[in-house]
């Protein structure tokens, strides 16, 4: 059975860090792409953030986070990262993390696997 656990958001001001977790379980991330996702508040749709190949290479997809969010992966333990720095209020929403075992870009209905999300929340 496939499972993606999302860890590690919360509330924090504007300008401070978050590092998101994925914990892997059912699925190979060294065999599948991995990907970050958000659905900020307010709206229904859900944002690709960014990819990690199963070699390692990562892709973002939004502007507004390159320089700021970085995904990566430990293999070892199954599990994808997000590292999130000088946040800011409109980063605010539910991050969630997808797997797929090929490519299939920013488009959420692509994405076959899913986890629950994680809440993040950055006040001014």
């Known amino acids: ?3 993606l656990v999302e860890s590690g ?3 924090v001001q504007a300008g401070e860090s978050l590092r998101l977790s994925c ?3 059912g ?3 060294e065999r599948h792409f991995m990907g970050w996702f958000r ?3 307010g709206t229904l749709e859900r944002e690709g953030l960014g990819i990690i190949y199963p070699g390692g290479g990562t892709f ?3 502007d507004s ?3 700021r969010f970085f995904i990566s992966k430990n293999n070892t333990e199954n599990t994808v990262f997000l590292q999130m ?3 800011k209020p409109e980063d605010t929403g539910i991050y969630q993390c997808a797997a797929n075992p090929s490519y299939t870009g920013n488009l959420p209905s692509r994405w076959k696997m899913w986890g629950q999300g994680t809440q993040v929340t950055v006040s001014s």
């Open 1 to 3: 059975q496939v499972r």
């Open 9 to 11: 958001g919360g509330s």
């Open 23 to 25: 914990a892997a379980s």
């Open 27 to 29: 699925v190979n991330i």
């Open 39 to 41: 659905q900020k508040s």
């Open 60 to 62: 973002y997809f939004v």
């Open 65 to 67: 986070v390159k320089g």
């Open 85 to 87: 720095n000088s946040l």
